[in-house]
């Protein structure tokens, strides 16, 4: 589904991916591991079109997405949701869900979007004319997600959803991505928690200064004490 | 006393609808692209001139020719986005280009005007002729037109931003547009979707006002003015601050005209815009660099 080929990327005169290749299958889970400050945010960005990759190759479904604005590459149905703190603070919950529908074909659907996205997360639902600053780091962090939902997405790329959370709205958080899961959405999803992506992740990547070292399954690569340790301290 | 109070409130609520259609035009576009839109007051006066023009040349009803004016105004900002603006987007100074290519614009469109209709003093005819008397405030109809369209359009201006699509966009983009590209957003024409209605709403000042005051080719510079002061004073890119501050200034202007003295007016309202920025500065409504629209 997702092929990424000899990806370079970096912002100014730091190159921060160095010819990195990953894929991620139909209705599959990838999780890209390693610690901050090893370009996994910069890996989503050059995916996802916000910044130009130096090289390299980016497929989606056989389309090539390398050199394409961001609009079209959501168009194509990679959906990047952004790791920190909410995007649109000056919107209500309800403006943020409708936005994520912003293209044709989904803002077509958007009732029964909405629907489906207070059905996985039922907070929302109580919240929707709240301003989305009024919420809490747990809800702003379902709400990206359910906003991400909101679109025609096939791919979810989620940027280090458990960042800055207490550990009881970290469980919610990925038992909200559980979800995303099952219901057949394929996930690309980057973290440096490897408790965390425990039973959710299929196949796992280990990420070192913008190399990918590791690749294989996930229970393998999880039950290896000694490999994480050594990657992520 | 009450007859006074009457006058103020009166053409207190009539300047803060043309402040409210000139500034929420200026602030829409600052909100979204952070350009200080310098051709407002050019496409304002050009709505005026267009409406004058058409009114000359083909005597249709005024109520026709006024929307076509607009209609024109409209196209004038769609040509300023797409000839001017949208190249240097990408510059990196972006910032000082964009400000000198409005300012640009300006003095191209005042200098047509003055080459097609010369520099002497212009009126249009009013929608609605006459008026009626309230003691001894004079409300002439047209008055009152102004007034409820600036109020519907600005109402209409903050449904659109609330639940249409294309409304929603705009304020994703004002808010991050980072995030607002991940939604898929197409930047660049969401821009020209601002300036083209921010350049509707200025020609539609300069069409309504047009009928009750004279204007000249000069004559878009002072409600521009006027507007920056309003947009400054809501908050810089809050569309709601925006329409309550132009009410607010224009219901003080009219307010220390009638009881201080006209000459006061103006320069009552920049001393009140410094202590105000002294006090909050951020504008009245805004709520620092997070808050838009």
């Known amino acids: 589904m997702l092929k990424v080929e000899d990806l370079e990327a970096g912002y100014g005169g730091s190159q921060v991916l160095h010819s990195l290749s990953l894929r991620v299958g139909d209705g599959e889970t990838v999780v890209v591991l390693a610690p901050n400050g090893h370009g996994k945010t910069t890996l989503l960005r050059a995916i996802s079109g916000l910044i130009r990759p130096r090289a390299g190759r980016v ?16 168009a194509a149905g990679v959906v990047h949701i952004p790791q920190g703190d909410l995007p649109f603070p000056e919107m209500t919950v309800l403006e943020n869900l409708l936005i994520g529908a912003y293209r044709s074909d989904a803002w077509r659907a958007r009732s029964e979007r909405l629907e489906r996205v207070f059905e996985l997360f039922p907070l929302l639902a109580n919240r929707q004319r709240h301003l989305a600053r009024s919420l809490s780091g747990g809800e702003r962090r379902m709400l990206a997600l359910g906003r991400g939902l909101m679109s025609t997405a096939r791919l979810l790329m989620i940027d280090e959803p458990s960042l800055g959370l207490s550990p009881v709205v970290i469980e919610q958080v990925y038992a909200a991505i559980h979800a995303i899961k099952r219901a057949g959405l394929s996930i690309l999803l980057v973290d440096e928690n490897a408790e965390h992506v425990d039973g959710l ?6 990420l070192e200064a913008g190399v990918l070292v590791r690749e294989g399954a996930a229970d393998v ?9 050594t990657y992520l301290g | 006393m009450l007859d006074a109070l009457l006058q103020a409130l ?38 005026a001139y267009i409406a004058y023009g058409l009114l000359s040349a083909l005597a249709w ?14 196209l004038i900002g769609l040509v300023i986005q797409l000839a001017l603006i949208n190249p240097i987007l990408e510059n990196p100074g972006r910032d000082s280009a964009s400000l000198i290519a409005a300012l ?9 005007i003055l080459l097609v209709f010369g520099g002497q003093t212009k009126q249009l005819p009013p929608l609605l002729d006459g008026g009626f008397k309230v003691g001894t405030t004079l409300m002439s109809y047209q008055g009152l037109v102004v007034i409820g369209t600036a109020v519907a359009c600005l109402f209409l201006m903050s449904v659109f931003l609330r639940v249409s699509r294309r409304g ?32 509707a709403l200025a020609g539609l000042a300069g069409v309504l006002l047009g009928s009750i005051l004279f204007f000249t080719p000069a004559a878009g510079f002072t409600p521009m003015l006027m507007a920056m002061v309003v947009t ?28 201080v003295g006209p000459s006061w007016a103006v320069s009552g309202i920049f001393l009140f815009m410094v202590l105000m920025l002294v006090i909050r500065p951020n504008g009245l409504f805004g709520l620092g660099e997070a808050r838009r629209l």
């Open chain 1, 201 to 206: 992740a299929d196949r796992m990547y280990l």
């Open chain 2, 168 to 199: 929603l966009a705009i304020r994703a983009i004002s808010q991050n547009m980072d995030a607002a590209r991940l939604m898929g957003i197409p930047i660049v024409p969401t821009f020209v979707v601002v300036m083209v209605i921010s350049s």
């Open chain 1, 59 to 74: 497929e989606f479904d056989a389309m090539d997405l390398t050199m394409v604005p961001t609009e079209q590459i959501v």
């Open chain 2, 61 to 74: 009803p005024v109520p026709v020719t006024f929307v076509l004016a607009v209609g024109g105004a409209a």
């Open chain 2, 104 to 112: 640009a614009a300006s003095i191209v469109i005042q200098s047509a």
């Open chain 2, 10 to 47: 009166y053409s207190g609520v009539l300047n803060g609808s043309v402040y409210g259609l000139m500034a929420s035009g200026l602030t829409l576009i600052w909100g979204s692209f952070r350009m200080l839109n310098l051709a407002h007051g050019a496409v304002y006066v050009a709505g």
């Open chain 2, 232 to 259: 400054i004073f809501g908050g810089l890119g809050s569309v709601t601050g925006t329409i309550w501050a132009a009410y607010i200034i224009g219901l003080m202007e009219s307010f220390v005209a009638v009881f």
């Open chain 1, 221 to 229: 690569l999880l039950r290896d004490q000694a490999l994480l340790a």
